[in-house]
T-cell receptor, first 117, second 116 residues
Framework: AQSVAQPEDQVNVAEGNPLTVKCTYS??????LFWYVQYPNRGLQFLLK??????LVKGSYGFEAEFNKSQTSFHLKKPSALVSDSALYFC???????????????FGRGTQLTVWP | DGGITQSPKYLFRKEGQNVTLSCEQN?????MYWYRQDPGQGLRLIYY???????QKGDIAEGYSVSREKKESFPLTVTSAQKNPTAFYLC???????????????FGPGTRLLVL
């Protein structure tokens, strides 16, 4: 079964400090991994994805994520946090497509990031 | 939110009433999805559709129905059988490449459904 765990409901960091939002996953085959961000009463915005290739993926707004196959993790990082980064972050996983089977996304429960000025 | 629109932004349902949430996309995406979001539970898949006139149940389809008569439209009906409909509903869409490879899902702005 495919699943995603975001072990922290909340992450608090001071502006200018580095931030990490953790994500671990479970799939039976090769994973496709995604990060989305959600601002209050808004839809999800795509940040970045890992499909194949370099383990370090760079995305929007200065975010990056590192794929670690041995630890089955895909943590989201940013070197210097901004107050405007405060939002709800979702990690999602999908098994690599096989033939005509549409791979479904499985989401974590979300991590609320608060950046203090 | 791109080219995916959802309406209305807020919807109120009376007991025993069916209500329909609209989702339209102008991205020429093949696949469309409906998710339900409850606090602390992430997103759960209700229904999805890969092509016109075809759709599949997700994890929590009971009490919901959908149609896909046009590529750009995927309305969701919350029926009276759904006893706890209060939630934030999100529509998404994605391209499906040749060979069935699905691209990134993009989301609409959402509809918040409240029960009177």
């Amino acid at each position: 079964a495919q699943s995603v765990a975001q072990p922290e409901d909340q992450v608090n960091v001071a502006e200018g400090n580095p931030l990490t939002v953790k994500c671990t996953y479970s799939v039976s085959g090769n994973p496709y991994l995604f990060w989305y961000v959600q601002y209050p009463n808004r839809g999800l915005q795509f940040l970045l994805k890992y499909i194949t290739g370099d383990n370090l993926v760079k995305g929007s707004y200065g975010f990056e994520a590192e794929f670690n196959k041995s630890q089955t993790s895909f943590h989201l990082k940013k070197p210097s946090a901004l107050v405007s980064d405060s939002a709800l972050y979702f990690c999602a996983v999908r098994e690599a497509d096989r033939g005509s089977t549409l791979g479904r996304l499985y989401f974590g429960r979300g991590t609320q990031l608060t950046v203090w000025p | 939110d791109g080219g995916i629109t959802q309406s209305p932004k807020y919807l109120f349902r009376k007991e025993g009433q069916n209500v329909t949430l609209s989702c339209e996309q102008n991205l020429n995406h093949d696949a469309m999805y409906w998710y339900r979001q409850d606090p602390g539970q992430g997103l759960r898949l209700i229904y999805y559709s890969q092509i016109v006139n075809d759709f599949q149940k997700g994890d929590i389809a009971e009490g919901y129905s959908v149609s896909r008569e046009k590529k750009e439209s995927f309305p969701l009906t919350v029926t009276s059988a759904q006893k706890n409909p209060t939630a934030f509903y999100l529509c998404a869409s994605s391209i499906i490449r040749a060979g069935g490879r699905q691209e990134t899902q993009y989301f609409g702005p959402g509809t918040r459904l409240l029960v009177l």
